[in-house]
């Protein structure tokens, strides 16, 4: 087995390494350590996030730095100032016991002044973001003229963010032979221009998730209709109070309407996205990193650098587009041999792009179910059971009431007594968590040939001929249907006429409702009748079945398959009309 002190590193560097228990070198670690201690040759090193990628450059070029120089002599790139803090941290950490080292870290959004006169104090390393570093070197205070090291730590979150301009601007500012460090979790296009443009014949190391990396992370997901993803992971969230992550959203209005959410239900939760300015982003992250807060809510660009320990959960809401956007963002958690979950809240056409990402990771995913109501009263009161089952003895004061309220019972009575109070805390429990639309039953789809029992037809006065299409129908049943979840079964259209199906109890209601509508100026007229026959061109063959909701949604079913005289069939996703 390989430590750290078989590594010919400063000896201050192995004593501080003691002091932390850092012992055994990550994968990273010992393959990049002893190549840029022994050799000054560029490096790219493929690496996903968590593998110890700052700890892996920061030892052997403090080792071979010359601390009597005090000009710059390393510079560090990042994408965030989250990251470039935490950077700089471990360096001044690392270096705990070099006497004569002194750490600059720059970035947007703090003074500039501060900076400039942590620089010009005699700072050998400076890290800092792409912007703010060229920012100085335009105004001649960084002098990149003697660095030795140029490190790029997670070079393709830089590149996403916009920085390839001023990165190359940046490295077309230092010798020619300064060592390059380059660090990615992913190799795009961009890296290899940089890399042909700025390195020479750089040595490649690839270092996946090693095995034991992998089973540190497990993989879930739950199938969850989007209304429901709230209320779906709050309850998720009750039933696991260890948790303390991150949760992942797509857009700006998705992060803070799901964080307003679940702020306003009591959740300690951290709200980060583009548009939180930065003196409320730090202050979000400092209660984050004190556990203050336990969850943050943020977007993939706001979450971009941030190095936080010992989080047990990272929760997508919705499948990512790519895989290596899981693979970085997964990759927050199960860190330093701790274990950790990584949820994915789905819906059912996100399946395939769940299989994709199983077969890009090499991982496996374990469905967890929906939790329902009766899990959530169920889980109170276990836990007040426990609670009850414990050597809690109470203070003395309350005794003395419990003794005084049971000295004249019998046995029989305080049986019942105790019955009572059960029956008080379980009553509780069950008004705690009201009914919520994820816990009715939903219609069941159905998937033979012919109408079910339940089902009625309806004639709509007008077809093809009037510009009618099937949206159109669903849309005007939505019109009418003010908030209500109904039913839609097969869908057929003639020139004239349609026809569809709808459950037997809201035929009537239906009727007139729709017979008061217009469609395109024209009057609408809808009784019930038969199907009506499709016409002989533009038809699909077959029906399907619908679902008609509020807000103008529409859901298709995509386990209709019949094949009857004619219609609208298949698969449909999700739209508004």
């Known amino acids: 087995m390989t430590t750290f002190a078989d590594f010919n590193i400063s000896d201050n560097i192995k004593d ?21 201690l022994e050799s000054s040759q560029d490096l790219i090193v493929m690496a996903q996030t968590g593998t110890g990628k700052t700890a892996a450059f920061s030892l052997p070029v403090l080792t071979k730095m010359d601390l009597q120089k005090k000009h710059i002599q390393t510079v560090v790139l990042s994408p965030t100032r989250e990251l470039a803090m935490q950077i700089a941290k471990d360096i001044r950490g690392f270096a705990k016991y070099m006497n004569g080292l002194n750490v600059a870290a720059v970035y947007g959004g703090a003074s500039i002044h501060d900076q400039i006169r942590d620089i010009k104090r005699g700072a050998q390393v400076v890290v800092g973001t792409p912007g703010r570093m060229l920012d100085l070197v335009n105004r001649n205070v960084l002098k990149l003229g003697a660095v030795e090291w140029a490190i790029l730590d997670e070079a393709d979150e830089m590149l996403k963010m916009g920085f390839v301009e001023d990165i190359s601007a940046i490295l077309g500012g230092t010798p020619k032979d300064k060592q ?34 992998k089973l540190a992370i497990t993989h879930q997901y739950m199938m969850v209709p989007a209304r429901d993803k709230i209320t779906a992971f709050k309850r998720y969230k009750t039933l696991h109070p260890e ?21 306003k239900e009591g959740v300690s939760t951290g709200v980060l996205h583009g548009e939180i300015e930065q003196k409320h982003r730090t202050r979000i992250m400092d209660s984050f ?19 936080v320990e010992k989080l047990t959960h990272v929760v997508h809401v919705g499948v990512p587009e790519k895989a290596e956007s899981y693979t970085h963002r997964s990759g927050r958690t199960g860190r330093a041999n701790e274990k950790g979950i990584s949820l994915v809240l789905a819906n059912l056409r996100e399946h395939r792009a769940l299989k994709k990402i199983e077969f890009m990771n090499k991982i496996k995913f374990e469905e967890v179910k929906l939790p329902k109501r009766e899990d959530m009263i169920e889980a109170d009161i276990e836990a007040y059971v426990n609670q009850i089952d414990t050597d809690y003895e109470g203070s003395k004061q309350a005794n003395t009431y419990v003794d005084d309220m049971l000295k004249d019972l019998s046995l029989e009575d305080k049986a019942e007594v105790a019955r009572k109070a059960l029956l008080l805390a379980v009553e509780a429990s069950i008004a705690k968590y009201p009914h919520e639309q994820m816990d009715k039953p939903q219609p069941k789809t159905r998937q033979s040939r012919g109408s079910g029992a339940h089902m009625q037809t309806l004639v709509l006065s007008l077809g093809r001929k009037d510009s009618l299409t099937v949206p159109n129908i669903l849309g005007l049943i939505n019109s009418v249907s003010k908030g209500e979840r109904i039913e839609v ?35 609408v007229q809808v009784r ?24 103008g ?8 398959r019949g094949r009857s005289g004619g219609g609208y069939q298949g698969k449909r996703k999700t739209r508004k009309y």
């Open 553 to 560: 949604h529409s859901r298709g079913s995509n386990s209709s």
């Open 289 to 307: 990193k004190r556990k203050e807060t336990t969850l943050l809510v943020a977007t993939d660009v706001a979450a971009r650098g941030i190095d």
């Open 180 to 213: 390059t460090l380059l660090f990615s979790a992913t190799m795009q296009r961009n890296i290899e221009r940089i890399s042909q443009k700025y390195m020479h014949k750089a040595k490649r190391f690839e270092l996946k998730a090693t095995p034991n990396n």
């Open 528 to 551: 019930e009748g038969a199907a009506v026959k499709r016409s002989p061109r533009g038809g699909h063959g077959g029906g399907s079945s619908y679902q008609s909701r509020d807000r």
């Open 16 to 36: 501080v390494l003691k002091e932390m228990n850092f012992v055994e070198p990550t994968p990273v670690q010992e393959k990049v350590i002893p190549q840029i």
């Open 489 to 523: 079964g097969h869908i057929l259209l003639a020139d004239h006429e349609a026809s569809f199906e709808v459950p037997i109890g809201v035929v009537k209601k239906l009727a007139r409702a729709m017979s008061k509508s217009r469609f395109r100026g024209k009057s």
């Open 243 to 263: 948790m303390y992550g991150i949760l992942f959203c797509r857009t700006r209005r998705e992060c803070q309407e799901i964080g307003d959410a679940l702020l």
